[in-house]
T-cell receptor, first 114, second 115 residues
Framework: AQSVAQPEDQVNVAEGNPLTVKCTYS??????LFWYVQYPNRGLQFLLK??????LVKGSYGFEAEFNKSQTSFHLKKPSALVSDSALYFC????????????FGKGTKLSVKP | GAGVSQSPSNKVTEKGKDVELRCDPI?????LYWYRQRLGQGLEFLIY????????KSGLPSDRFSAERTGESVSTLTIQRTQQEDSAVYLC?????????????FGEGSRLTVL
């Protein structure tokens, strides 16, 4: 069975500093990995995904994520945080060998202070 | 349509009543998903459709929950005899189903409050 862990409930960062939101996963086949962001009272918005190829993937709003197979991780990063990045971030995984559904982590609240 | 549309956006009901939540996916998206998000919590998978069939119903929490999809388009999630623990935001998403590499596109959700 596939699963996703986001070990931090909340991450606090000062504006302008780099940010990292952690995610680890477990699947039996090849992982298809995704990051989504949820702003207050809104649906989820897609940020980026890793399917195959380059381990470093770049997405919307200056975010990037690095796929690390040996550590089964897919941490979300941004070199310089903005106050407007404050939101709830979800990591998700799908087993690439199946047509199954996308399993989400419990989410990490990112708070960027001026 | 341009995006995934859900209705109603807000629903307040009394315990024991039935409710229906509707999802209109993006045109041409064959896969459709329902998730539940309780206050302050992550997304809980309920059910997904590939076309009009539901290969995975494992997430439906009880037999009070059912869902259907017709015409590879609109889906309805029905909750019978609602309980207070059903209070949550119900999120619908769609994707180009045959390409399981594709991302999901989410609606803004239906917020259900059971009094």
């Amino acid at each position: 069975a596939q699963s996703v862990a986001q070990p931090e409930d909340q991450v606090n960062v000062a504006e302008g500093n780099p940010l990292t939101v952690k995610c680890t996963y477990s699947v039996s086949g090849n992982p298809y990995l995704f990051w989504y962001v949820q702003y207050p009272n809104r649906g989820l918005q897609f940020l980026l995904k890793y399917i195959t190829g380059d381990n470093l993937v770049k997405g919307s709003y200056g975010f990037e994520a690095e796929f690390n197979k040996s550590q089964t991780s897919f941490h979300l990063k941004k070199p310089s945080a903005l106050v407007s990045d404050s939101a709830l971030y979800f990591c998700a995984v799908r087993d690439g060998g199946s047509q199954g559904n996308l399993i989400f982590g419990k989410g990490t609240k990112l708070s960027v202070k001026p | 349509g341009a995006g995934v549309s859900q209705s109603p956006s807000n629903k307040v009901t009394e315990k024991g009543k039935d409710v229906e939540l509707r999802c209109d996916p993006i045109s041409g998206h064959t896969a459709l998903y329902w998730y539940r998000q309780r206050l302050g919590q992550g997304l809980e998978f309920l059910i997904y459709f590939q076309g009009n069939s539901a290969p995975d119903k494992s997430g439906l929490p009880s037999d009070r929950f059912s869902a259907e999809r017709t015409g590879e388009s609109v889906s309805t999630l029905t909750i019978q005899r609602t309980q207070q623990e059903d209070s949550a935001v119900y999120l619908c998403a769609s994707s180009l189903g045959l390409a399981n590499t594709g991302e999901l596109f989410f609606g803004e959700g239906s917020r259900l409050t059971v009094l």
